[in-house]
Every structure is written in structure tokens, then in C-alpha cells.
């Protein structure tokens, strides 16, 4: 569409230089030239501020551990989180899937477990066993 419009525009602008003088080419291609120039201001305006449902603006959650704490974006399974913790058997498989919201924060302050899940069957915690 872009190129089409481009190409009729220099079209015309060839057949306003040959039929006409060059001064009023010259200033029909000044006014086309602030025309295109303020749509695609207009163009990159909102495509800043569109979201369009991929990369980093439209996944907000921020995931955040203090000091010593374990955070995770997503679910956890059958993990040993935590000093000295240990699963011991055979590992569980995950039950179900589960949405993934977005824009939650996951925070785990000083010495905490944080999950943007699901948590099961999980040793949690010093010298936990599971």
C-alpha cells in the first residue's frame, strides 16, 4: 500500500515537473513531503504506545528475591528448595497446566519461597524433605 502511494505520488510529481514549471513541483512536493513526514510521526506515536501482546511490554511481571530468598516466575514441582532440603523417590509428574498471569509480581523477601504458580509436592525450607 505504502509503495503503491509512493510510486503514484512520483508519478505525479514527474508529470507536474513536465506539464507544469518547477517551482510548483517543487512546492507540491515540499507540502506531500510534511504530509507523509507528520502521518508516520503519527504512525510511530501509536505503535509506541500499542500493546501488542508480545515482548517485554506486554509481560510486566517483575520477579524479585531479597537476600537468601528463592522466587520463581512460574510453578514449581517436585523441587528441593532451601539448605539441606532433598526429594527423595520418584518424581511427579505435573497434574495440570496452568494460565500464566502476566502482570503479577513475585516477590520473596529475605530467607523466602516465592512462586508465580503452582507449588506441589516440593521439599520448602531448611533441611526439608519430600
Known amino acids: 500500500m505504502v509503495t503503491v502511494a509512493a510510486g503514484v505520488a512520483s508519478v505525479g ?3 507536474l515537473v513536465i506539464f507544469a514549471d518547477l517551482n510548483t513541483a517543487g512546492q507540491v512536493a515540499s507540502v506531500i ?3 507523509a513526514g507528520l502521518i508516520a510521526l503519527v ?3 501509536i505503535a509506541l504506545f500499542r ?3 508480545t515482548g517485554p511490554s506486554s509481560d510486566s511481571r517483575r520477579v524479585r528475591a531479597g537476600r537468601g530468598a528463592i522466587a520463581v516466575g512460574g510453578d514449581i514441582t517436585g523441587s528441593a528448595l ?3 532440603s ?3 523417590g ?3 509428574p505435573r497434574s495440570r497446566i496452568t494460565a500464566r498471569r502476566s502482570t503479577d509480581d513475585v516477590q520473596a523477601r529475605q530467607d523466602g519461597i516465592a512462586a508465580g504458580g503452582d507449588i506441589t509436592d516440593s521439599a520448602l525450607g531448611e533441611g526439608s524433605e519430600r
Open 43 to 45: 504512525v510511530s506515536v
Open 33 to 35: 513531503g510534511t504530509v
Open 13 to 15: 510529481l514527474t508529470l
Open 82 to 84: 532451601g539448605k539441606n
Open 51 to 53: 500493546d501488542t501482546g
Open 86 to 88: 532433598k526429594v527423595s
Open 90 to 92: 520418584p518424581p511427579t
